[in-house]
């Protein structure tokens, strides 16, 4: 990688200490909801340029200016939309790969970036399982990357900022895996759960997670004025939740729920506590474990809701204690788009690359 | 057709003076979402029978549970929905055909339909134009079925009551033009219009109005929190209101716009009137003109809101004059699959086989 | 009461089994959405004849049409809409008495009603829990109308037919509690579940079910794209779902939530059976509980959703099984000003005035 | 006014020709949706201090952390918000008032504020109109600041940036006037439209722009799933339409709607050209006519919607042309909250004090 020089296109920011060139990035499934926030982001960060846009799609087959794909992006990226290419991806014109694409076309590319020595942010679950063998149950496909799965690191910023920093490969979590990790990591790290009891999260998500692809199950009409659960027992966040938190399935339950909006899961977490503590004992463990963490808020006994999170790349995490200070819920709030996938992408290259962390995203 | 009686399926309903026996009534087209509205009202109709549900999809291929489609349908109807089979429909058992397939699947069944006899009240558009020879510039085909044409009666029941009485094919109205219809009717048909000024509909239709089919328009994330016009000088209904109305398109413009909404239009509508009315006049005009009209509901000055007539079947009209007594804005507001739809269907059914103009409807 | 005959005013309905009077009704409450909802059946009920329609609110100082409160129910009712006047209820004009008013207008209310011998049911908590000491932790008020108390039965119709038919006041169950008492009865009184392991239920609901009052957290831009738990470990409802499930508070939570929706709640419940059981025996165990019950339909291990049951009077109910057969989900949902309100008010009314139990409500 | 120099608690940026100080701005009304948008952008500009938050409000008697008002705001800001107290804003402490207040707050505060040197953007309507006669008519209040109104300029910025650079008080447009008068301004400006056809603008707003007191047209059920037209004929923003535009009253009709939405605005408007244009033609006009504007997005024959423009400062116009090339449809989009209110305040604000235009809106 060059050394990194402020963006000319970017914001006129610009700051003693900063890198010295501008990183180079291409985004690789840029017309879906992930991809557009990405670019949102990107347009505004200061020592980014984005060099290079591409679909996944299987119907675009020439260039396009994004705007057709993303209005709202209008006027903000000079350079157009152009097939998948990977051939293209090299380094002598790219720093940085983001991965907005399907599972399986992650998984293809991603060998051979790592090979022309490319750094990757997946945003797909290509690369979160660290055990190959249960891709077949959870995602229905073999999983033949081992070794890139093995140097990949789980991109949950709050969690593995050391590994991050050096990672030429992050797997960033799934949405529905941030808001519930980061809900349960203070206590779990601690030990303060009866796992005996078992954990249960509750989780609600706007329709933006469930990706562009037009199907019946997304069309308004089914989606407004309604709120149903889906995937329970089986759903594909599952796993790396278990697998960062360091859980059993048996004593873990998810149920996914789809809520009318566009933007926010709201996640609603319910464990014991193995033996009483109080409201400040358990404010101050949060504040503790997330006080290096800028894009976690601590709120305590308030309870976090998606409004204060949406359009932002915040996660709130408020909870509350029963009487008797074991029955606890925690409930835990952040943008599907923003923390829970493009914001959290961000993160990780921030990190990689030494900008602050929270460059572009507050 | 036989004599009709009280339906047992139905609920307890009889009145001394009914027809005596039941009507039978099939439906083509019945996974859509205008098939799904007219089944809850033909559900509660005391004098009819559904024993046959079609689809017209291409997917299916078999025999479902009409609750498959429409969940909120379990438990009305012991018949199952099968593939759109038009054979099937013979006069031995079937009085009534209601189509709701897309416009050349209906331009195909209805000949054949009405040489067996058997009585349709087409949802689609296909024999809604007089005129055959502009269906290619609004439709995009030809139309040869000139004769069923000719004798299709456009079914807005409020203008056209004696008619459909007496039709064997009725053409149930665009939603968007019963809105924009009932609202001009009485102005126009007292000559009391400015025309040279040109009227304007400005309307506004909930998503249900664009059907069921998945698209990317149509996606959740891409209605919600959003509001856009499309079609500008060249939607579908405009020849229906111009023929109805008597207007020449180069002196009306219509403008839908799509709401984040599930169910409903509001149309707003401008015109000059040729000279000063009072409010009281024009009130009083419009009470005239739909005294006898029950499902048409005139607030004089009050203006209509989309909820108060979202789930049932009235069109309610309201008005605001200005100060020089000439400027006025009709406000109308429907529900697009109630008497947008499947409500008129069932109102043309009701005048075609000589029940209460409002059964089930009110 | 007088015997009844078949209304003039309704529907055209008559039925030579049905009793041969009109059912003389009023409502108390008139204005909000619970009365709304109640009037809009009502509307549709052939044996009932609303007299008497009285706002509760402070403001309203004259009679005035209940349109100008309900734009959908113009022309629908005859009767004004007069404030609060307890003493022109009395058994020469009234059969019957509806209260959607504050609780502690309803705790007034009632005992001279009673005296009067005027049946009522009640749409407030005033008279849903047996203990009258608590009311004043769950409500905030002293209960001091104890024979009242004793008197009401509790008017969840499906557990308590039998009294609620003798019954001459009913207290109208609240909407999330019906919500879960429905999803988890046939567990419980069968003994399935494993009561140490507690029973958890997520529930989440539409803004109607929180009242008509204007209020910060019911502003439109403060709900819409939003979604937020509130009352954790206290709210309302808690107490009438102990008492009609016989659990204990400390092995029970229930956890609220304000969706971006008008209507509906669907429920998410968690719980642990004693023993492994198959799909197939709790589906069995749920449709034989439900089988003489026209407004619950049991789905097995599909999944309810709202929309199935926004403006019906159902209550569905599926459920999903983990692979060991001892975790369990129920789903249940239903509409709040539905089954979840005057759904279930008249459903009462119609057993206790020996009316089929379904009639206006399907 | 002190130099500028940049702020530390703002983002890193600085530009080495910038001005040499802070800004040091209070917002008097920072409880409302305006206000909290203002601190939104004044949060990330990067020459700006806040360090003064009023609440303009009844209620608020001692201070609080704006985050209690505005959660999302958590950590943003140190300052607390205080009642409002015009003698605390005094020029050793503060360059800039903004005022979000209700107008006749902003009527009585500003002729002190200029009195004392203070510079003040205000965000009412209290000096929009140039005549103090019509006040009375439109607002219900006599008008007696006069010598502010006079000087005051009507900060639309496109039309007036010469005069906001040197003005003292700017009146901030109203978010409906802004996206009439940007749609308008080319035409009417070139002398195109043919006047005598009238002008009808059709507009369509989401609910923050009503302001953030809870009220009965406001509650979320009424908003929700519903579409009205309000203020026909009479709406406040006419009058600074017509001032700005040099319409007369009869020759402009404007229809405001309210849409289920929290941000943005549509408005259809209605014209005639003088003689037959091309789109070409068109287009080149309104391109050339906002060369110079960074935040109008001129979009040729593609049509504008309002999720292009929801949480951005953009105002995006588009416009199609029947056959003839004389009737004409404009379309413009923005966000009320955005350019329609604080995102135009802090361009003001940009030009007032020398800042790029965009700075914080792009």
Redesign the interface.
Known sequence: MRTLAPTEAG?????SD?PQTTLRVAVAGATG?AGRELLCLLARH?WTRVVRLMSSGRHEKKEFPIEHSH??L??KFDVLCEPLSPEALVPAEVDLVFLATPHQTALELVPSLLERNIRVIDLSAAFRLKDASIYPRWYGFEHHAHQALEEAVYGLTELNAAEVRQARLVANPGCYATSVILGLAPLLKMGWVDLS??I?S?S?S???GAG?A???K?????????????G??NHRHVPEMLQALGLEE?GF?F?P?L??????I?S?I?V?LAKPRSAEEVAALYHDFYSQAPLV?V?GTV??????????NYT?IGF?L???GQ?M?I?SALDNLGKGAAGQAVQNMNLMFGF?EETALT
């Open positions: 914001n006129a920011s610009r700051s900063a909801y200061p209005p709202m209008r006027g009891a078992g249960i509750d609600k706007g329709a933006s562009r037009p199907s019946d997304l069309h308004f009409v089914e989606v407004n004025e309604n709120c149903r659960a889906y329970l027992f048996r339950i149920t729920h809520l009318p909006i566009t933007r926010g709201l609603t319910y014991r808020r709120l309870l976090p809701e998606i409004q204060s999170v949406a359009y932002t709130d509350s029963d009487r008797d029955r819920i409930v602050e």
